[in-house]
């Protein structure tokens, strides 16, 4: 009876915090996603400590600092030509779309499947849709970020603040010895697999925007400079965030002509090739130290889970999830030789 009454406790209470983890699961992310951005950071946070004499506090502050500072420079760079390609593009569209029914391959298409009718209605449908209620949902959404952003910006800088002396205190609780250098080992080994997603993806998303830019540059299509960014900023999710950025150069270019708009597409499946294939495989196998297959998988995996945020911290968190593995398999290894030194020896020799 009392094993029965144990096993019924601790499923209970199994059941409890499951039910817990699924309620808070938002606080959750943002306590993960706090903890990624902090450690992301930790490298500047520690040049901006030895460079110039900082307290971390300070130090932390100023990353803050200057990157708000590239934030509102972004803004001031691309705002006022994005604003401007919109309302040159808004009074081009009419020009665009009587090319477009001008076009005898678009004709034919309008006559056997009435593709324009068709587009009309449908571009109908959606505007009719949004009324008070969608202006509503949008408004909270919009809260929702805010809130989410600053709650991650403060647990980030918290996080950033007490890391190295909860890290202190995790050595400190564990006794001198295999122990504690397995998990020194550890936490370095995690630590670098964050760093090293965060530079690597800030790397592909460059090689992206620089490459969409020379292409669209050559091709003459017009607004390059604000694709390109797009682009370069939809190269941050892996995988498909090169075919995601891919779609508004595509359309553009087809509306300066098919054959660039066919040239656009050559490019983007040539590139998307090369930065699946390549690009991302080099950089993340000496970055996060892992497989192109395990980053697919991974990819997937997280996607289906956490959807979009899923996909951002799919990578990362298979290659911490690899480190784990490695580490415990080096750390039982090593244990064993510890408390018998000779049996390692002795399979060896035999």
């Not at 029965?4 to 306590?31: C, D, K, N, P, Q």
């Not at 950071?41 to 990157?67: C, N």
């Not at 936490?187 to 964050?194: K, T």
């Not at 690899?322 to 060896?348: H, I, K, M, N, S």
């Amino acid at each position: 009876m009392r094993a029965v009454v144990r096993v019924l406790l601790v499923l209970l209470v199994t059941i409890g915090l499951l039910w817990l983890v699924y309620v808070s699961r938002t606080v959750l992310i943002w306590i993960a996603v706090s903890i990624f951005f902090a450690v992301a950071i930790d490298p500047i946070v520690r040049l901006f400590r030895k460079y110039l004499k900082l307290r971390r506090p300070l130090a932390i502050a100023l990353v803050y600092l200057l990157g708000a500072g590239v934030l509102a420079g972004v803004a001031f760079a691309f705002v006022p030509p994005v604003i401007d390609a919109i309302n040159e593009l808004r009074n081009d569209v009419p020009r665009y779309v009587a090319d477009l029914r001008e076009s005898a391959f678009v004709q034919r298409l309008d006559e056997d499947y009435d593709i324009l009718d068709r587009i009309e209605e449908a571009t109908t449908d959606s505007l009719s849709g949004v009324g008070p209620d969608t202006a509503v949902e949008i408004g909270q959404r919009v809260v929702n970020g805010i809130i989410a952003l600053i709650s991650i910006a403060v647990l980030t800088f918290l996080f950033s603040l007490y890391g190295p002396m909860m890290r202190l205190r995790a050595l400190e609780s564990v006794d001198e010895g295999v122990r504690r250098d397995s998990l020194e080992r550890l936490l370095d080994r995690l630590h670098r697999v964050v760093v090293g997603y965060v530079f690597g993806v800030l790397v592909i998303a460059m090689i992206a925007g620089v490459a969409v830019y020379v292409f669209l540059t050559i091709a003459d299509v017009p607004f390059a400079l604000l694709l390109a960014f797009w682009a370069g900023l939809m190269s941050l999710i892996p995988l498909v965030g090169a075919a995601i950025g891919a779609i508004p150069y595509i359309l553009v270019s087809f509306f300066v002509g098919w054959p660039i708009g066919v040239a656009a597409i050559v490019f983007w499946a040539v590139y998307q090739q090369i930065e699946n294939n390549l690009f991302q495989p080099t950089i993340h196998r000496f970055t996060v130290q892992l497989n192109p297959l395990w980053v697919i998988v991974a990819v997937l995996i997280g996607a289906q889970l956490l959807g979009f945020v899923g996909v951002l911290v799919a990578i990362p968190v298979a290659g911490m999830i690899q480190v784990l593995f490695q580490e415990g398999l080096r750390y039982r290894r090593e244990l064993r030789e510890a408390e018998d030194p000779d049996a390692e020896r002795t399979a060896a020799t035999e």
